[in-house]
């Protein structure tokens, strides 16, 4: 039986309606007759504004509120309603993956397994493989107890101190002496072995990403490369503007390093392009669908049909080819950006660049998504800019 038929009908359940990823998720898996559920936490979700799911669900899904959200999500897949289950986001992908030998009984749960999500997580244990098997990361001091330890370890200030396990700017010190690293591991009380040691990159470093998509088989088959060239707040936060470019040598070392942790499905790895030696370096894998996946469909990668094909066709298709110098933008952060940066009006790509651009919210066909998003931001936006401060 064809693969298109067999989907049809089929009932997917979408978690975190508040991140923008599920919009072209959404979009592509309606063209193939799907049934659509999503997960949102309030009505100013992008998700919830959408018109593309069937059913939008006002339940518990935060990781401000992961405990309860752990009970609701793994309540909610009990009811035996679905036939897959998605996750977007880290926090709920840990969810699945902790669960998914439990929640395998009442419908397919599309992560990792339990271990190598968990590994993949620990971005400890990620340098660790890097320096292991000759892929380039920054210079990371295996395990450390005290401070004694990073002092004789002999590694050049400045050093960044980040948590293994979490995402986002919570936890991340950039500490130029040591003076200071004795101040600050001493006034937060940071637990070292729960950290990440390491030299900090340039600040002028280059931020890419790798956007795999690795079928059941342990097959990489597909693999588009975006460049940050934004970011809100300046100093470093969400990425306002990407645009594809070509690295076969990141593409070689990203595969090697997803296949041998043993990953599956949508994968990404984020790198730094060091200007010293311009050597594209590993920062983190997130083994999930990356918020910025809509770039993929833009340059003719089409993770969505890929992840329907890994589950009910015997082989999924190859796309490795993708376009390239095309973009994505938050229009909504870019206007901050514009109006925050000294160089908007010689940045290059032109911040008024509109050939080969696409809004990462906005759709004619599909327009409220873009409205709450600005809505939502603009009640967060101090919450966040205090955070990263």
């Known amino acids: 039986m064809d693969w298109k038929n067999s989907i049809k009908g089929k009932h997917i359940l979408i978690l975190e309606g508040y ?3 599920c919009l072209p998720y959404m979009r592509e898996f ?4 799907m049934e659509i559920s999503l997960l949102c936490h309030t009505r100013m979700d992008c998700g919830y ?7 939008k669900i006002l339940g518990i899904c935060s990781p401000d509120l992961y405990n309860e959200s752990e009970r609701y999500i793994v309540d909610l897949i009990k009811t035996n309603k679905f036939d897959i289950v998605l996750p977007l986001v880290d926090f709920s992908a840990s969810i699945l993956a902790r669960h998914k030998d439990e929640l395998s009984k009442y419908a397919l749960i599309y992560v990792s397994d339990k271990e190598n999500f968990e590994d993949a997580q620990d971005k400890l244990h990620v340098m660790k493989v890097c320096m292991e098997n000759g892929i380039p990361c920054p210079k990371t001091l295996v395990e450390v107890h005290d401070i004694d330890e990073i002092i004789a ?3 050049q200030f400045p050093i960044v101190i980040k948590p293994r396990i979490g995402c986002g700017a919570k936890g991340f010190h950039k500490i130029q002496s040591e003076t200071e690293l004795i101040k600050i591991v001493k006034e937060n009380d940071i637990d070292l072995m729960k950290m990440v040691v390491q030299e900090c990159l340039p600040i002028e470093s280059e931020l890419i990403s790798d956007n795999l998509f690795i079928d059941k088989e342990g097959k990489v088959k597909s693999s588009f490369i975006y460049k940050c060239h934004r970011f809100y707040p300046l100093s470093g936060g969400t990425g306002t503007f990407n645009m594809t470019i070509d690295r076969k040598d990141v593409h070689k070392e990203c595969s090697k390093l997803t296949k041998m942790m043993g990953l599956r499905g949508c994968i990404g790895v984020d790198l730094m392009v060091d200007p010293r030696d311009n050597i594209p370096k590993v920062i983190e894998i997130n083994p999930r669908i990356l918020a910025c996946s809509k770039i993929g469909f833009v340059a003719g990668v089409n993770q969505a049909v890929q992840i329907l094909q890994d589950i009910y066709s015997k082989e999924v298709d190859s796309m490795m080819n993708y376009k390239l ?3 994505v933008r938050m229009s909504q952060i870019d206007v901050l950006w514009f109006l925050k940066s000294p160089n908007r009006f010689i940045v290059k790509p032109s911040w008024f660049r509109v050939k080969g651009i696409k809004d990462q919210l906005f759709n004619l066909d599909d327009p409220l998504p873009w409205f709450a998003f600005l809505l939502r931001g ?5 919450k966040e800019e205090e955070k990263r401060s």
């Open 153 to 155: 370890s002999g590694i």
């Open 325 to 327: 110098d095309v973009g």
């Open 30 to 33: 309606k063209k193939y007759g």
């Open 378 to 382: 603009f009640f967060n936006l101090k």
């Open 49 to 55: 504004a959408s018109r593309f799911p069937d059913h």
């Open 19 to 21: 991140a923008r990823q």
